[in-house]
C-alpha cells in the first residue's frame, strides 16, 4: 500500500504564475488535509477536504488559494499569481474517514514550491 | 487559544548522551499529542502520539514522551541519542474530533555531535 503521494517534489514558478500542487492519498482515504511549512516555521494546517468537499479551509488565505478533492483524481492545491512569500513545503495528509484517535492521517514528503 | 511552544529552538547533544526535547501546549479541552521527527528535505514521520490512558507512551527509534497535565508539557525523551537522529522534531496537539488538523509547535532541530 503506497504511502501519500505529492507532486512534484519542487516546483519553481515565477511570479505571477500559477503553482498546482498534487495530493494522492493512501489507498481507500478519503480525507486530506492540505499544509504549510514556511522557512524556520512549524506546519500550519490550511484546509480540510472530503471526497468532492471542502469540510474546513479555516488556514486558506483569503485570496489567490483553493482547493480540491474531486471524486476521481488527486486532490489539488492551487496558487494563482504566486509571490516570493509562496515559498514554503506543503505537506498534505490523507486518513480513511476524520482522523481520529483511532484513524492517524499520514503525511507525504511534500511539495517544496519556490517562486523566482 | 491554542498552540504549541517548543522552547528550544536548535539543541546539540553528543553521540551517546540523553535527549529532552521540551514541548508545552494549550488546549482547552483534553489534548491528543503528537511528536513527528522530519529529517532534511523529508515529510513527517509519528514518532509517539498520546490519547489517553498510561502518561508515559513508548514510540519508535527508542522515543519517549511523558504527558504532564498539570504542567501543560509533552516532552519528548531519549537515554541515548545516534547520530541518525539528528532531525527537526515537532510536536502536535490535534482535537479528538479530528486529529488530521494539528497544531504544530515551531520544532527543534536537534544536531548530533561525534
Known amino acids: 500500500n503506497a504511502g501519500v503521494m505529492q507532486n512534484p517534489r519542487h516546483l519553481v514558478r515565477r511570479r505571477g504564475q500559477e503553482a498546482r500542487l498534487r495530493c494522492s492519498p493512501m489507498?481507500?482515504?478519503?480525507?486530506v488535509y492540505w499544509y504549510r511549512q514556511l522557512p524556520e516555521e512549524g506546519l500550519k494546517f490550511m484546509v480540510y477536504?472530503?471526497?468532492?468537499?471542502?469540510?474546513?479551509e479555516s488556514g486558506m488565505p483569503k485570496e489567490r488559494f483553493s482547493a480540491e478533492f474531486p471524486k476521481e483524481g488527486p486532490s489539488i492545491l492551487r496558487i494563482q499569481q504566486v509571490v516570493r512569500g509562496d515559498s514554503a513545503a506543503y505537506f498534505c495528509?490523507?486518513?480513511?474517514?476524520?482522523?481520529?484517535?483511532?484513524?492517524?492521517?499520514?503525511f507525504g514528503q511534500g511539495t517544496r514550491l519556490t517562486v523566482v | 487559544a491554542q498552540s504549541v511552544t517548543q522552547p528550544d529552538i536548535h539543541i546539540t547533544v553528543s553521540e551517546g548522551a540523553s535527549l529532552e526535547l521540551r514541548c508545552n501546549y494549550s488546549y482547552g479541552a483534553t489534548p491528543y499529542l503528537f511528536w513527528y521527527v522530519q529529517s532534511p528535505g523529508q515529510g513527517l514521520q509519528l514518532l509517539l502520539k498520546?490519547?489517553?490512558?498510561?502518561?508515559l507512551v513508548q514510540g519508535i527509534k527508542g522515543f519517549e514522551a511523558e504527558f504532564k497535565r498539570s504542567q501543560s508539557s509533552f516532552n519528548l525523551r531519549k537515554p541515548s541519542v545516534h547520530w541518525s537522529d539528528a532531525a527537526e522534531y515537532f510536536c502536535?496537539?490535534?482535537?479528538?474530533?479530528?486529529?488530521?488538523?494539528?497544531?504544530f509547535g515551531q520544532g527543534t532541530t536537534l544536531q548530533v555531535k561525534p
Open positions: 498520546y490519547f489517553s490512558g498510561d502518561t
Open positions: 495528509a490523507s486518513s480513511p474517514t476524520p482522523a481520529t484517535m483511532n484513524t492517524e492521517a499520514f
Open positions: 502536535a496537539v490535534g482535537a479528538s474530533s479530528n486529529t488530521g488538523k494539528l497544531i
Open positions: 477536504l472530503q471526497k468532492e468537499n471542502i469540510i474546513d
Open positions: 489507498k481507500g482515504h478519503s480525507h
